[in-house]
């Protein structure tokens, strides 16, 4: 098992949709699995990472490592949420260096929640 990307489903993103049309985080959901997964991470579709206010989230996690939470994102995102991830996937620690990290990975992030012992 590598890192995992959760991806939140039911998120609203930041503008009403139409009651019928499919939400906006289960079209991120959608756009990231339709990309190639990059070696060491799993993609985990979840219900709710409770950042609703946030728009469209997603969760970095790996045991021992910090752990991201980052909103904001869209479906046009996902070639830079995979690109992050893979990033996060190949370090030790979960600290990817700044210049490293995707601009979206720079400037959308909602939390960072130290390593599980």
Sequence with gaps: MGAVLHVCTTCRGQTPAEPEAPRPGSQLAAALQAE???????IRLVECLSACTQGC???LSFKGKWSYVYGRLTPQDAPAILAGAAAYAGTADGLVPWRERPEIFRKQSLARIPPQE
């Design 36 to 42: 190639p997964c990059p070696e060491g991470v799993e």
């Design 57 to 59: 989230s997603v969760a």
